[in-house]
């Protein structure tokens, strides 16, 4: 995927594990990086080993000026804009229990920001004869679990704008897909089991033909396939999981 090499690309989110995956698999192809997100010591972390092709931005997302001043500032510093990962999300949800005002905050991070950055990136994408532009759904959108309603019912929103989005970006030379992972190690699991990967994959066997969980650079493989030119035929939502061990019917 040599085409990538000297492309810019903003990573929301940049800062989580899934996020670092996605800037250190697109450095690896010698991608420029912006990096937004509102964790400055994660953001700083990640940037620090590889200032000249990573930058980062301490950006609230659900601030619009704050995103089009980030925008506008990789493309000064950079020099363009070609990519933008929208990985950042809220897991904040209590179920029947939440509230309007975490209702709002979900949908407001999780969909609605995700649109206010392809909003802004995409006057420089233009610029540029056209981009692409990846959001990060969940198979949570299609599967109901018992006490989440406020993150699967934002990434099902987010999958439904991803469509639209491709369509109506499409005259741009803008493709835009979302990746849906399965379970995938994340900061969130991390927290949860202490560290202890084992643990989550035990957890995850029964659930995933690979008796794991996924690996964020393997979902960091895919958002670059989606980037590059392989996926020039790609314009639509692109499912990445590991589906349940088949049903086994007795004779």
């Given at each position: ?6 492309k ?12 670092a995956?996605v800037?250190?698999?697109l450095?690896s ?12 010591a994660?953001g700083?972390r ?9 930058g980062f ?30 990985v ?5 949800d209590?179920?029947v229990?939440?509230?309007?005002e ?12 995700a ?14 004869g056209?981009g692409?532009?990846?959001n ?13 309603w ?11 704008v ?9 005259a741009?030379s803008?493709?835009v897909?979302?990746?849906s992972?399965?379970?995938t190690?994340s900061?969130?699991m991390?927290?949860?089991?202490h ?6 994959d035990?957890v995850?066997?029964?659930?995933h033909?690979?008796r794991r ?14 980037l590059s030119?392989?996926?020039a035929?790609?314009r639509?939502?692109?499912p990445?999981?590991t ?5 086994r019917?007795?004779?």
């Open positions: 995927m040599k085409e990538l090499q000297g810019v690309a903003i990573v929301t989110g940049g800062a989580t594990l899934i996020g995956a800037v250190q698999v450095r192809y010698q991608v420029k990086v912006a990096l937004f997100d509102i964790d400055a994660g700083n990640v940037a620090a080993g590889d200032p000249d092709g990573i931005w301490h950006v609230d997302i659900t601030d619009d000026q704050q995103l089009e001043r980030g925008v506008a500032d990789v493309a000064a510093r950079f020099g363009r804009v070609d990519f933008l990962v929208n950042a999300a809220t897991y904040l209590d179920g229990q939440s509230g309007r975490d209702w709002l905050k979900a949908l407001d991070v999780n969909v609605v920001s649109v206010m950055a392809a909003r802004a990136v995409r006057p420089h994408l233009v610029a540029g056209g692409a532009i990846v990060f759904t969940s198979i949570s959108s299609k599967v109901a679990q018992t006490g989440r406020l993150y699967p019912v934002s990434k099902a929103a987010l999958v439904q991803t469509r639209n989005m491709a369509m109506d970006f499409a741009d803008i493709r897909n979302a990746v992972p399965g379970w190690w900061r969130v991390d927290e949860l089991t560290g202890d990967r084992a643990k989550t035990r995850a066997a029964d659930y033909l690979l969980v996924g690996d964020p650079r393997e979902v960091a493989d895919v958002v670059a396939f989606l030119g392989h996926a035929l790609a639509r939502v692109a990445v999981r589906p349940r061990p088949p049903v019917c007795s004779d």
